[in-house]
């Protein structure tokens, strides 16, 4: 079974402050995407990166995917209360029956 | 509006009853989805259907059984409903196979 951690699981932060937040496994995957769910509702695609070491940027929010395309991470510069929600990684799997795999998840509240 | 939808939101049943969710896309996609959220928010895949195909099919007890009238159409129909069933269930659909999911806004079951 292929896991993906998170961490932290939960982040309290205030406006303003930077945060990374880490998607890790020790399976390879050929792509990984990034989503935001808010409470009362599914969860929303933020980005897709499919080369290792692919840097993609989204207004303030920098995904990088790792080389060996095992892991990858989510920083915000400047969080603000809108980025509140749960963040949440997925990787898709190298496999025949090709599906996509959650991680555990992380919990971000910006405080002003 | 383009999106996928779910029906009912909340779902509050006693445990033995028989119920169904479900669910819509008219984003002309192939796939759809069916994913269980815990209460720790953990999101697991529990079916996916391709053009009215079943092509996954998870570790899911067998009182859980999904139909695809059409390929915009996948309904989740759950037997002898029992406390554990209670969760978020969420639907998706994706373009094609490996393609970014978008989610429905999910359906609350709590089973007393």
């Known amino acids: 079974t292929q896991l993906l951690e998170q961490s932290p699981q939960f982040l309290s932060i205030q406006e303003g402050e930077n945060l990374t937040v880490y998607c890790n496994s020790s399976s390879v995957f050929s792509s990984l995407q990034w989503y935001r769910q808010e409470p009362g509702e599914g969860p929303v695609l933020l980005v897709t990166v499919v080369t290792g070491g692919e840097v993609k940027k989204l207004k303030r929010l920098t995904f990088q995917f790792g080389d060996a395309r095992k892991d990858s991470s989510l920083h915000i510069t400047a969080a603000q209360p809108g980025d509140t929600g749960l963040y949440l990684c997925?990787?898709?799997?190298?496999?025949?029956?090709?599906?996509?795999?959650f991680g555990t998840g992380t919990r971000l509240q910006v405080t002003l | 509006d383009t999106a996928v939808s779910q029906t009912p939101k909340y779902l509050v049943t006693q445990m033995g009853n028989d119920k169904s969710i479900k669910c819509e896309q008219n984003l002309g996609h192939d796939t759809m989805y069916w994913y269980k959220q815990d209460s720790k928010k953990f999101l697991k895949i529990m079916f996916s259907y391709n053009n009215k195909e079943l092509i996954i099919n998870e570790t899911v007890p067998n009182r859980f059984s999904p139909k695809s009238p059409d390929k915009a159409h996948l309904n989740l129909h759950i037997n002898s409903l029992e406390l554990g069933d209670s969760a978020v269930y969420f639907c998706?659909?994706?373009?094609?196979?490996?393609?970014?999911?978008?989610f429905g806004n999910g359906t609350r079951l709590t089973v007393t």
């Open positions: 997925a990787g898709l799997n190298t496999g025949t029956a090709s599906k996509l795999t």
């Open positions: 998706a659909s994706s373009s094609r196979q490996n393609s970014p999911l978008h």
